[in-house]
Structure formats: structure tokens, C-alpha cells
Nanobody, 123 residues
Framework: QVQLVESGGGLVQAGGSLRLSCAASERTFSYYAMGWFRQAPGKQRELVAR???????NYADSVKGRFTVSRDNAKNTVFLQMNSLKPEDTAVYYC?????????????????WGQGTQVTVSS
């Protein structure tokens, strides 16, 4: 059973930055693609960014140019650097791991999830 633990959320003013971290218990972490999702109240969970085991990245249009996903395989950790934050970025952010070879934006295709960390951006 893979355990994922997020940290780094909090309250920030619009225009500010936060860096989320997700530590994985899995020794073979480097074999798998990872995703960052978010879910705001009353909305569906959506993919924010994903990174393949090879380091290729994809972003939601709403965060392109502001968010950066990266990974440190030696530390079994994936990061989400969030800059120029907006009030509409307010949500619970989750990291997730998929064992599938084809990486998608569909939450149901991710096998393991962290508990989530709250990000609140004030205007």
C-alpha cells in the first residue's frame, strides 16, 4: 500500500506563492507518474499538473505559466510550486500516483491519493 503525504498548504494573499510537497512511501516511486489535483467546494476534482516518471509535465490551462511540478526521485517526493496565486486557486490540493503507463487527467485512473492540503488565497 502506497502512502502519500502532502504538506505546504496554507493561507496566502493574491499574488503570493506556496510550495506543496508530497512524500511517497513507495521505494519504486520513480517508476510512476504523479499528479496534483484540486477540488474546490461544490466543484469536481480537476487535474492541475502531472509529471511522468521521465519528467515530462502537463498543466491545466488555468495554471500554465504560474505553477511548476517537479520531482526528486531520490527523496520520493513531488513538488508543486505555485506562484501568482489567485483567489480562484483556493481548493484542497491532492497528490496522486498512477501505476498506469498512459497518464491521463482522469482522477479514477490514479491508484493512490494523499489526504489533501488546503490552499486558501485571499483577495
Amino acid at each position: 500500500q502506497v502512502q502519500l503525504v502532502e504538506s505546504g498548504g496554507g493561507l496566502v494573499q493574491a499574488g503570493g506563492s506556496l510550495r506543496l510537497s508530497c512524500a511517497a512511501s513507495e521505494r519504486t516511486f520513480s517508476y510512476y507518474a504523479m499528479g496534483w489535483f484540486r477540488q474546490a467546494p461544490g466543484k469536481q476534482r480537476e487535474l492541475v499538473a502531472r509529471i511522468t516518471r521521465g519528467g515530462s509535465t502537463n498543466y491545466a490551462d488555468s495554471v500554465k505559466g504560474r505553477f511548476t511540478v517537479s520531482r526528486d526521485n531520490a527523496k520520493n517526493t513531488v513538488f508543486l510550486q505555485m506562484n501568482s496565486l489567485k483567489p480562484e486557486d483556493t481548493a484542497v490540493y491532492y497528490c496522486a500516483l498512477t501505476t498506469r503507463l498512459v497518464v491521463t487527467a482522469t482522477p479514477t485512473q490514479y491508484d493512490y491519493w494523499g489526504q489533501g492540503t488546503q490552499v486558501t488565497v485571499s483577495s
